[in-house]
């Protein structure tokens, strides 16, 4: 139906040329579900706007897109009319901002089917309505009067669903359809997609970073690396047993809620000028020889590999992944791939930050789950550097090292609401947690979003105020302090933000930035320049990039500068709030890595924070769940992991995407979507989990020992029985 | 089998070969154009303004007793109002006062309007309520009225109209920077920066400042031309600059009585000056905020 | 329901922001210098003809003491006597406004209908020659004194074409027109005096157009803005990447978003309108609202200033109030 032939992409702005896909081959048939995968940059939707010929300003394209015959390229404004939304639709990757806010939702999806299936006003509504349903909106009839901004996220992303739906397209596109949501509704929105695959033999392009997720719907994969294909087969055999060496370097730095080792890849990927005569990926490969730097590899079918299963490489790889298979090597000529600084990968000047990461990474290709990482402050930078003098002066700001096991953070029962501001009520973001982080430990904190998540850390930071409880850091509260003293203490604890960039003023240097902590505590500048040039060290950064902007910098290096300006000051406390969400998945890896190594320190506690539970077991020594503002189950990492008390981990362990394993255990699967109002009484899960009953409705849940964790649920001890008697999909 | 395709080679079809333009709109080229232009309008009359003396044949308010409403020709490039003084060389030096009250009263109305909007939106509470309401009474008024009235009470006096211009201006200013700045107060390098232990008028002063004065860059161009609209306005109606001095209102303002007499030189090429000048910061506001749009996008 | 809450808290709102107004301009033209008395007495009035006319506009009372009767007048409707005519300042209200509103009603109107027509064309044809004919246009207007466009139109109309009547009056006299209202059109209307309509409409031709031009600029600028934002939304051009019909997209998507800014700005742009009607009146001889104003400025006629100070305040601020209603009723996402 789709095929794409050697289509490649230029784009010309501001005397700047951006080589966006170069010589792409793809296709899509009926009933297929084609996964678009690939880190960002790599060329993914700009492949989905050639398909619907929404090229942008300035872009220059060659080669074909042939849809049902005719190229989609050339198509004159009548035609091409008719195949946006009746040929192929696109389901755009943030739903809420693609509805137009002025229009209720059903007007629009009626709009759709007027004009593509030529339908009466008084029939178009009916089959709203239908569409509504099928994509799993409850009280259809009602949601068409819906205007978009009512909506949730979940809710926005089916309307956008029934709105490509509505236009019955031969294809869907769907760009990131998932980005944003939390794992149980990722699979609910995905099982859309096989839906309109099987039921209606619509051909789907599944485009996304998030190679778990899709892994289960998708018949074949598409791998895209700087805008070329690296490899293409059927799902299963790319996904378990990739060939090409990006392939294998992708798939090994995702983390999975089994476990096991994440290897990260040095580098990034880079931003092409022209079209490559070589191999793009050849600077950051461990297999890589000459010839890959001289010609471009010819795209071919894997040697071992049997159907259309296809790659770009000379040096195709076999068997199954391991964390050895793909060991890293620092070429002498490692390319600084960073995309916002470098012209070309073929201009390889090798950028000294990025080269060192590939060397320590070479150096040290273990695991970065906490067992493996080193403990104590084995590297330089975080232990007591500078004269004497700077210590004493230190030790008068209230920096003595906390020997490992005292408690460094104790919050105890703390509520926050959010009040509105006229009127009364408000928001409860927090309603009774009480947690404590020892020196040397590292707490993971898992949620959904709305969980209450981002409220907590702002809480240990002292950036909110509990409403009641009482949160202290290094022995101290923060209630009470004022001036200097609230100053000092709020220098104790410190923050790596989820935005990395946004994180880091924008009119400041990266050296202003990362020295601000020392500022505000009054350490001279003397000392200040060679502490800041330790943390750079630790962060394998070169002192060069203290004269740059936040926007001259990659996401990882921001990264990097964030978890700097964190250790500058020697906190007792450093939280991670989904330090690693915005970052592309190799990258992630590499930042994983490091914030694995800070958060070994002994001197030191760790909090972090994610919704991705993956990432929290790496290296996480006890975890915390979090449900609407309550801890609903905690207890150390491999006991909650492995043998879950709380039906909503179970459940959130049984949703979480996995290439490996997986989560071994019975499943539960919860049977709405999460609402605020169930917060209000009784155990907060009770409107969603499977095994309710009345006292679950009216009483409020402790938290109760149960082994060697404790979670809020009196039906514990029952769930096992329960599992083995329902009949609960698995 | 190698897929020669892939590689560029000569698989490739001599139809698909020739590119095909992106539809979507680029714009961006517009912008440049504008500011340059613009800017070239503000150079060249900033310019006839300084030298002013090398370029009249008559001081700014020298009276020739022979020409009295003279027609434009001879020595009287522009003719001669109907107090006998010479329009070109008047129309020169007229631009020294404007544009220097008009850029002096923006200047002014900036500092003032940033101040109150920087601390009003970073802090909130009381203090944002107290500074709004204030600024809320001065924008019950249409500027221009607000202007009128203010240089009416006040007195004429170069100071006075630029307290006057700089004063009416003020509230927009602090309106805008208040908002950006309760924008930026969310941003999470503010609160990196409020963790990092920096008190909270380091927070204002390196943080919070500079990343609220975005739409202030983009509007003050904008603003001049208009305070140059407001002075010669006020000036028209006799509030502003009193009329021997040159400035363009009150050149308009002199010859208003001719017009249905039809003697055009007294009173068109002053407003065509003041038209051509202020269509200079037009376009490079116009420009600015382009450019401001197209890297927003 | 709702809307009528909604407006009733926004009324309540204006409480205090119009008390400050009164307040403030009650103490302004007090403590700023100018004498109104000496004004209308003139150079060679003793101190005594001096002391006995303050007595009679009560200005030899104690400050909380005038404050207390302005602001007890000002309840019952009444806004004093105006020190410089003698005359009710309400009763002159009555008869300035007519004309100053139909002046302003009319180009608004004609400015409102072109914008948003011309700003949506441009904004569509974004970055070709049509689009920057009409954005160097409307810049060109943007940047245009007023008072000086309406004596160049008096130039041409009148001076060197002899089209239009003389800048001075409303209405020619000879036409008998009996007002009724102050407008002069609509009394002609109102009373069927065809030939005074026609008279009217040629009087109110050239200050319509110049008062028209200068507020189409700004108001075409920020139509062509919003559309241009609708066009660039991702809502937008998901739509058309939806093969939407042209029809359906400028109807139901593009004018509907776009329309839904229009009040606001059009509110702002009265704002405009209103400062500039006083150099329009002024260049035309308009004998409307802004040059009574003008005129009780220049003397420091205190009742005169006051009067129509609160009022202008006043109908803006309800001008802003209906925008925002009107906008509340056009945008779902406002919470009323």
Redesign the interface.
């Known amino acids: 139906m789709l095929s794409i032939e050697n289509l490649s992409v230029v784009i010309r702005r501001r005397g700047r040329e951006v080589a966006a896909l170069s010589n792409v081959n793809l296709r899509v048939d009926a009933g297929e579900v084609v996964g678009l995968v690939g880190e960002s940059g790599g060329g993914k939707s700009m492949v989905a706007r050639s398909v619907v010929g929404l090229l942008p300003g300035g872009a220059d394209a060659t080669g074909a897109v042939h849809f049902d015959g005719a190229d989609v390229l050339r198509m004159d404004d009548e035609a091409l009319r008719t195949h946006r939304g009746h040929g192929a639709a696109l389901c755009f990757q943030n739903p809420r901002g693609a509805l137009i806010a002025t229009r209720t939702v059903g007007r629009q999806l009626t709009d759709r089917l007027t004009t593509h299936q030529a339908m009466d006003p008084k029939r178009a509504r009916e089959a709203a309505r239908e569409l509504f349903e099928q994509v799993g909106i409850r009280n259809p009839a009602r949601r068409l009067d819906a205007y978009p901004h009512e909506l949730s996220g979940g809710m926005a992303q089916r309307v956008m669903i029934s709105l490509a739906t509505g236009c019955a397209p031969g294809l869907l596109i769907a760009d990131e359809p998932t980005t944003g949501l939390d794992v149980t509704l990722t699979r609910e929105i995905l099982r859309q997609f096989r839906l309109a695959a099987d039921a209606d033999r619509r051909g789907v392009l599944l485009i996304s970073h998030d190679l778990a997720s899709i892994a289960a719907v998708c018949d074949r994969v598409v791998v895209l690396y700087a805008g070329t294909v690296v490899e293409s087969g059927p799902a299963d055999q790319v996904l378990r047993e990739p060939s090409h060496p990006y392939t294998r370097a992708l798939l090994a730095s995702v983390p999975d809620i089994d476990g096991r080792p994440v290897v990260a890849t040095a580098g990034a990927m880079p931003l092409m000028r022209a079209a490559p005569d070589d191999c793009p990926f050849a600077p950051r490969c461990a297999h890589a020889t000459d010839t890959c730097g001289q010609r471009r590899p010819p795209t071919m079918p894997v040697p071992h590999g049997s159907g259309d299963w296809t790659l770009a490489c000379f040096h195709p790889q076999s068997g199954p992944m391991t964390a050895a298979a793909s060991t890293l090597r620092a070429t002498a000529k490692t390319a600084a791939a960073d995309p916002t600084l470098q012209a070309t990968a073929k201009t390889a000047a090798a950028d000294p930050t990025l080269h060192a990461t590939a060397k320590t990474a070479a150096a040290d290709p273990t695991s970065t789950t906490a067992e493996a990482a080193p403990a104590g402050p084995t590297v330089p930078g975080t232990g007591p550097v500078g004269p004497a003098g700077a210590l004493t002066k230190d030790r008068a700001a209230g920096a003595a090292t906390p020997a490992a096991g005292t408690p460094v953070l104790a919050i105890d029962d703390a509520h926050v609401v959010y009040r509105s501001r006229f009127g009364r009520g408000g928001h409860h973001a927090l309603r009774g947690v009480s947690l404590t982080v020892a020196a040397g430990e590292t707490l993971g904190v898992v949620g959904e979003s709305g969980c209450g998540k981002s409220t907590l850390a702002k809480l240990m930071l002292g950036l909110v105020d509990p409403a009641s409880g009482s949160v202290e850091v290094a022995g101290q509260r923060y209630a009470g302090l004022r001036g200097r003293k609230l100053r000092q203490l709020r220098t104790r604890a410190q923050m790596v933000f989820q935005d990395p960039i946004g994180s880091l003023s924008p009119r400041r240097t990266v050296g202003d930035s990362i020295a601000e902590p020392l500022r505000a505590l009054g350490v001279p500048a003397a000392e200040r320049a060679q502490r800041v040039g330790a943390v750079l060290d630790r962060m394998e950064l070169d002192r060069s990039i203290l004269q740059r902007q936040p926007h001259e910098l990659s996401g990882g290096q921001a990264q990097r500068i964030g978890i700097a300006r964190a250790l500058v000051g020697r906190p007792e406390l450093i939280v991670f709030d989904e330090p690693t969400s915005a970052l592309d998945v190799t990258v992630q890896a590499q930042i994983l890595k490091v914030i694995a190594d800070v958060a070994a320190d002994s001197s030191r506690g760790s909090v972090f924070i994610s919704h991705d539970l993956a990432t929290v077991r790496g290296f996480s020594d006890r975890v915390v769940v979090l449900y609407l503002g309550r801890v609903v189950e905690e207890g150390p990492v491999d006991e909650v992991f492995d043998n879950p008390k709380h039906p909503y981990t179970r459940a959130l362990l049984a949703s979480a995407p996995s290439l490996g394993t997986g989560f071994g255990g019975p499943r539960v699967e919860l049977t709405r979507d999460l609402e605020e109002a169930d917060a209000a009484t009784g155990c907060p899960l009770a409107a969603r989990c499977p095994f309710v009953t009345d006292r679950c409705r009216s009483d409020d849940q402790e938290l109760q020992p149960y082994g060697a964790s404790r979670a809020a649920c009196w039906r514990v001890p029952e769930i096992p029985a329960l599992l083995k008697g329902s009949d609960i999909r698995v | 089998?190698?897929?020669?395709?892939?590689?560029?080679g000569p698989?490739?079809s001599a139809d698909?070969?020739?590119?095909?333009?992106?539809?979507?709109?680029?714009?961006?080229?517009?912008a440049n154009v504008l500011i340059v232009v613009g800017a070239t309008i503000l150079t060249v009359v900033t310019l006839a303004a300084i030298f002013a003396p090398l370029l009249a044949n008559w001081g700014p308010e020298e009276i020739d007793p022979a020409a009295n409403l003279a027609a434009p020709g001879g020595s009287h490039l522009l003719g001669t109002d109907s107090n006998g003084m010479d329009i070109w060389s008047r129309l020169l030096y007229a631009g020294r006062l404007d544009l220097g009250i008009a850029v002096a009263a923006v200047a002014l109305a900036v500092v003032v309007g940033t101040i109150v909007g920087l601390v009003a939106g970073y802090l909130g509470g009381w203090v944002d309520d107290v500074l709004m309401?204030l600024v809320?009474?001065f924008q019950?008024?249409?500027?221009?009225?607000l202007?009128?009235?203010v240089a009416?009470?006040?007195?004429n006096g170069t100071v006075n109209l630029i307290i006057t211009i700089a004063l009416v201006n003020a509230p927009a200013y602090a309106r805008l920077v208040r908002a950006e700045a309760r924008s930026v107060r969310e941003?999470?390098?503010i609160?990196?920066?409020?963790?990092?232990?920096?008190?909270t008028f380091?927070v204002l002063w390196?943080?919070v400042l500079?990343?609220s004065l975005t739409p202030v860059r983009v509007i003050a161009p904008l603003n001049c031309?208009w305070a140059m609209?407001t002075l010669?306005?006020l000036s028209?109606?006799?509030?502003g600059v009193s009329i021997p001095t040159a400035e363009w209102?009150a050149m308009?303002s002199l010859?208003?009585p001719d017009?249905?007499?039809?003697r055009?030189w007294t009173?068109?090429p002053?407003?065509l000056f003041?038209?051509i000048c202020?269509?200079g910061?037009?376009?490079l506001g116009?420009g600015l905020q382009e450019r401001a749009d197209a890297k927003r996008? | 329901m709702r809307i009528l809450r909604f407006v009733g808290r926004r009324l309540l709102q204006l409480i205090p922001v119009l008390l400050g107004v009164v307040v403030l301009t009650f103490l302004l033209v007090r403590v700023l210098p100018g004498d109104p008395i000496r004004t209308i007495l003139g150079p060679n009035a003793t101190e005594e003809d001096a002391a006995a006319a303050r007595e009679r506009f009560g200005l030899d009372q104690p400050m909380w003491k005038q404050f207390l009767d302005y602001l007890g007048g000002l309840v019952t409707g009444d806004f004093g006597t105006s020190i410089q005519s003698g005359g009710s300042v309400t009763a002159e209200v009555a008869v300035r406004i007519g004309p100053t509103l139909e002046l302003v009603v009319f180009s608004v109107s004609l400015a409102l209908v072109v914008a948003v027509v011309l700003g949506i064309w441009s904004a569509r044809r974004a970055d070709r020659v049509g689009d920057h004919s009409i954005r160097i246009f409307a810049l060109i207007g943007n940047s245009m004194p007023e008072f000086w466009l309406g004596l160049v139109l008096i130039l041409v109309g009148y001076s060197v074409l002899g089209w239009f009547p003389a800048p001075s009056g409303r209405v020619d006299p000879d036409t008998n027109l009996t007002p009724i209202t102050g407008a002069d059109l609509v009394d002609a209307v109102l009373t069927a005096n065809w030939p005074a309509f026609g008279s009217a409409a040629a009087h109110l031709a050239l200050p319509v157009a110049t008062l028209a031009i200068v507020i189409v600029a700004p108001l075409l600028r920020s139509v062509r803005a919003s559309a241009l934002e609708v066009l660039h939304s991702e809502a937008y051009v998901a739509a058309g990447a939806h093969g939407l019909r042209p029809r359906t997209l400028l109807r139901g998507y593009l004018t509907r978003a776009t329309m839904v800014r229009v009040p606001s700005l059009a509110a702002l742009v009265f704002g405009t309108a209103i400062g500039s009607t006083v150099l329009v009146e002024y260049v035309y001889s308009w004998q409307g609202f802004g040059q009574w104003a003008l005129r009780g400025l220049l003397y420091r006629d205190y009742p005169v200033v006051q009067a129509s100070v609160v009022i202008i305040a006043l109908a803006y601020v309800l001008v802003f109030l209906i925008a925002d209603v009107v906008h509340a009723i056009l945008d779902p996402r406002v919470k009323i």
């Open positions: 089998m190698v897929d020669l395709r892939a590689a560029g698989g490739e698909t070969a020739a590119p095909v333009k992106g539809r979507g709109v680029r714009g961006g080229r517009f309401r809320d009474i019950a008024f249409p500027t221009f009225i202007a009128l009235a009416a009470l006040l007195g941003l999470p390098f609160d990196a920066s409020v963790t990092s232990g920096s008190s380091g390196r943080h500079p990343n031309g609209l010669a306005g028209f109606l006799g509030l209102g308009i010859g208003n017009v249905v007499a039809g055009w009173s068109v002053p407003g003041l038209l202020v269509l910061f037009s376009l116009e996008r």
